[in-house]
């Protein structure tokens, strides 16, 4: 059995950064990636520091990827699919190997909620449809945009959405009663329509471009798309250990980014904190720095 120092669950920017990190403390460690970082799917990203010019998702990961390699990372391209608290720390389960780890550190992620939409994966990819106005919303100014959202968090998202374009669109998912009459009337002022008729069907066409049929038989054409149903953290690796979550399950850690359950860390869009690559990385560096200094000393033999 392989026994390391940290166990770095998910193998996005979040989890190839502390590998970095711990490699370079000089630990053994070990990253489990099942090959579903949602930064795979970006097209390409603006708003990543140090890329001027951009950089897509793909291209981050191979980058990182190779960094933490120059250190001898040892890497499993599979699933942890248990883990368990041992005397000296976690068991896990790769898939049908097993390995023990003084330290975890959980970098899984979320997996978006996501609507009916024909190749979806293509459609992410091409831009078409986009997940993330934080990272990308300077990149549809002006252009003709739709979002499907929820009546509790659909009047911010507009509202944020607004200032980039004047063409934005309102596709309500779920009970439109509930959007209250003064969030309609800022709507209406700032020439927001709020489409209350359920969508039926949704069509990726050249362009790039989308339309949308509703269920009263109207078509709406735009350019891109934001599917805003919210996300759910990938922490079902934890089972019965029971952590401290927030309302959506997101994980609560401490400034060290540590858990409720000692030993276990997390770095992340799993955290309870901004979904962006950046803030993984600035956990991850906070989170190996404090399993290297949680660790026993290593002394140069």
């Known amino acids: 059995m392989l026994e390391i120092d940290c166990a770095i669950v998910g193998g996005g920017p979040a989890g190839l950064t502390a590998a970095l990190y711990l490699a370079r403390f000089r630990r053994r460690i070990a990253v489990i990636d099942a090959g ?12 990543y520091p140090g890329f001027p010019q951009g950089v897509s998702g793909q291209e981050l990961l191979q980058r990182l990827n190779a960094q933490a390699q120059q250190y001898g990372v040892h890497r499993f391209d599979g699933t942890a699919r248990s883990l368990a608290p041992t005397r000296d720390g976690f068991g896990l389960w790769v898939d049908d190997r097993p390995l023990q780890a003084t330290t975890v550190l959980l970098a899984t992620g979320v997996v978006d909620r996501k609507p009916a939409i024909p190749d979806l994966r293509a459609a992410t990819r091409a831009g078409t449809v986009r997940w993330c106005p934080i990272c990308d919303g300077y990149e549809v100014a002006g252009q003709r945009v739709a979002m499907i959202c929820a009546p509790g968090q659909g009047y911010a998202h507009a509202l944020f959405l607004r200032t ?86 997101y994980l609560y850690v401490d400034e060290h980014q540590r858990t409720s359950i000692p030993g276990i860390y997390a770095a ?33 033999a």
């Open 36 to 47: 579903h970082s949602r930064a795979s799917l970006i097209p390409v990203s603006h708003n």
């Open 268 to 300: 992340g869009d799993v955290v309870h904190a901004l979904n962006q690559m950046s803030v993984g990385a600035a956990h991850a560096a906070t989170a190996a720095t404090a399993i290297h200094h949680a660790l026993p000393r290593n002394y140069w």
């Open 164 to 249: 980039y374009t004047d063409q934005l669109s309102w596709f309500v998912h779920g009970d439109a009663t509930q959007i209250a009459e003064t969030q309609r009337a800022t709507l209406a002022e700032l020439r927001i329509p709020v489409i209350e008729s359920p969508i039926t069907e949704i069509q990726v066409l050249n362009g790039p471009q989308v339309r949308l049929l509703t269920q009263d038989g109207e078509w709406h054409c735009v350019d891109t798309v934001y599917p805003m149903l919210g996300c759910d953290p990938r922490v079902e690796l934890l089972g019965g250990l029971e952590p401290a979550r927030d309302e959506f399950q």
